[in-house]
């Protein structure tokens, strides 16, 4: 996701002299792509965030499943050894 915050903060930049200089809309076009580049940076810092927590949990749970997986063959095997 750093590469697409990347490119949407730095990738979409316009000067706003770009929207030309006589133009009687020009300032308002600035605006609205400005505030459209900071509506898409926010979304993205928060998609990422949420991808950073998904993974984070799920790792977590896969742990937990690996080492109760292990606890639980340490017992079977306790168990068989106790009965031969």
């Given at each position: ?7 949407s903060r ?27 580049q900071r ?45 031969e």
């Amino acid at each position: 996701m750093s590469q697409t915050s990347e490119k949407s903060r730095y990738g979409t930049m316009i000067a706003r002299e770009d929207f030309g200089v006589n133009f009687s809309h020009a300032e308002e076009l600035y605006n609205a792509h400005d505030n459209v580049q900071r509506f898409l940076n926010d979304t993205i810092a928060g998609l990422d965030t949420l991808i950073n927590e998904f993974g984070d949990k799920t790792q977590m749970v896969t742990d937990n499943y690996k080492a109760l997986e292990a606890d639980n063959k340490a017992v079977m095997t306790k168990y068989e050894q106790g009965l031969e």
